[in-house]
């Protein structure tokens, strides 16, 4: 998230801390729609351990619970 707030357009940051909800919202939403346009073409690759189907550890060495 804090990658998607760097690049974000600035129109966009100073309507996240409106005071209006509806503007919050719309803010959000182009957020996301921004963040959407710059993840495409992405691949995002796993690698082959695990089992098939299992979903690959985000931090592998760290599987403490959170919180």
């Known amino acids: 998230m ?3 707030l ?3 357009p600035e129109h966009t940051l100073i309507r996240l801390n409106a005071d209006d909800p509806r503007a919050q919202r719309s803010a959000r939403v182009d ?3 921004h ?3 710059r993840m495409r073409g992405l691949t995002i690759e796993g690698d082959s351990h695990g089992s098939p ?4 550890c985000l931090f592998p060495g760290d ?4 919180g």
């Open 53 to 56: 189907g299992a979903q690959s």
């Open 31 to 33: 957020l996301a729609r």
């Open 2 to 4: 804090t990658v998607a």
């Open 35 to 37: 963040l959407v346009e």
């Open 63 to 66: 599987l403490s619970p959170i």
């Open 6 to 8: 760097a690049v974000a």
